[in-house]
């Protein structure tokens, strides 16, 4: 057993793992998150996608050895303690960007770290930037909308929030 701390969903812990123990399954099974979905365990389809230090991880190809010291966001931890929902989670619910719903979490998280690199980002780039991420039921296409829109709603809250701290 190794110990590991990890800051998951801005909370510290310490947990003991074995090292075999995949990130995703100390997020589900031992710290009750189950937002993160386990979808292929593979790294194939993306359902599992989580933030890791900063940037999207599938969960289901990185032991939790490997994320000791690190700090990981689940779609649980979005909304921070606010409660409400994260733009791109409105997003995705009021552009109509799931059927069953188990690719949303990953495709949620897939596409704030792509709006990190591009904050307005073309169809294209958006397909582009989802393509680890599968769906098997939608078609992408409101996906893709949800995520353009969740880029304008996220730009404009941080436009208001500069302008509200000048």
């Not at 949303?104 to 169809?123: N, Q, R, V, Y």
């Not at 989802?130 to 809250?157: F, S």
């Amino acid at each position: 057993m190794t110990r590991i701390t990890v800051t998951v969903d801005g909370i510290a812990y310490e947990e003991e793992v074995e090292p075999r123990l995949l990130l995703v399954h100390l997020l589900r099974d031992r710290l009750g998150l189950t937002g993160t979905p386990i979808g292929c365990d593979t790294g194939n389809c993306g359902a599992c996608t989580v933030m890791l230090d900063g940037r999207s991880a599938k969960s289901c190809s990185v032991l939790a050895v490997q994320a000791d010291e690190s700090d990981i966001l689940t779609v649980e931890g979005l909304s921070g303690d606010g409660g409400g929902w994260h733009p791109m989670q409105r997003a995705f619910h009021e552009e109509h960007a799931l059927q069953c719903g188990y690719c949303t979490p990953g495709m949620i998280m897939a596409a704030i770290d792509l709006l990190k690199d591009d904050p307005d980002p073309s169809e294209e780039s958006v397909r582009h930037g989802l393509e680890g991420n599968l769906c098997r039921c939608t078609g992408y296409t409101n996906i893709v909308r949800a995520v353009r829109r969740g880029a304008r709603e996220m730009n404009g809250q941080e436009q208001a929030s500069a302008e509200g701290a000048r």
